[in-house]
């Protein structure tokens, strides 16, 4: 993958996750029932596409913005990871609609928090130029 493909990769990948939490939370509060309907969707996206996101963050991004001096930022970040894969397997093994809804709406949240945690604490904190130099340091790694 190229490196424009890579970053719009990345930053669709946490719009689409935006999006999604937003919804999502929305419906888990006001239709139950609905929201339990997106159990199997909302699995195979934490566990497609943001797992596939976070293991990126993890392995490359987060190794080199340590080394920018953002270690506690990357700690909390990591947290989010953590909180987010046990809320997907809380949803697995939920069983009845309110207890589905209720691991659909916390996991949403937690998609919302994260990317704008990320937003907010992480992007700013490198310049468009540190940015691409980073993202190209890391598609270097993968070839």
Known sequence: MDFAAKMKELFADEDRA?????RLMHLAQNDPTAAAREKDSVLAFIRGPIEKHFRYEE?????ALEEH???PEIDVAKKH???LRQE???LESAKDTKGIAQAIYFAARLMLHHTNFEGDYIYPELSKEQWHALIASTMADNQ
């Open 69 to 71: 001096g953002l270690g």
């Open 18 to 22: 935006r999006d999604m939490a937003r």
């Open 81 to 83: 990871h953590a909180a």
């Open 59 to 63: 392995e490359h991004l987060f190794p």
């Open 88 to 90: 997907a397997a809380n």
